[in-house]
Nanobody, 116 residues
């Protein structure tokens, strides 16, 4: 069992930046994919970015060039650097960890609000 705890959310003006962190309760070395998802009110949860154990990164099209995902296996932490934030980025951001066998873990989420 792996517990994920997100932090770093908050209120920011459009054009600003935030850095989200996801701390895992156990080693993430064996976690195949770590990712960030978000869910805005009335919308489905969507993938923001993911990073594999080998360091391959994938981003949703609307986040490319603005968001950067990284992982620090030594600290069991995954980060999401968000720049040039827009009001439409307002959502609850969730950390996700997926093992090769398909077992998936979710964090409780952190609110990001971007004001115009």
């Amino acid at each position: 069992q792996v517990q994920l705890v997100e932090s770093g959310g908050g209120l920011v003006q459009a054009g600003g930046s935030l850095r989200l962190s996801c701390a895992a309760s156990a080693s993430i070395v064996s976690i195949n994919v770590m990712g960030w998802y978000r869910q805005a009110p009335g919308k489905q949860r969507e993938l923001v970015a993911s990073i594999t154990s080998g360091g391959y990164r994938d981003y949703s099209d609307s986040m490319k060039g603005r968001f950067t995902i990284s992982r620090d296996n030594a600290r069991n932490t995954v980060y999401l650097e968000m720049n040039r934030l827009k009001p439409e980025d307002t959502a609850v951001y969730y950390c996700n960890a997926k093992r090769l066998n398909g077992i998936t873990y979710w964090g409780q989420g952190t609110q990001v609000t971007v004001s115009s």
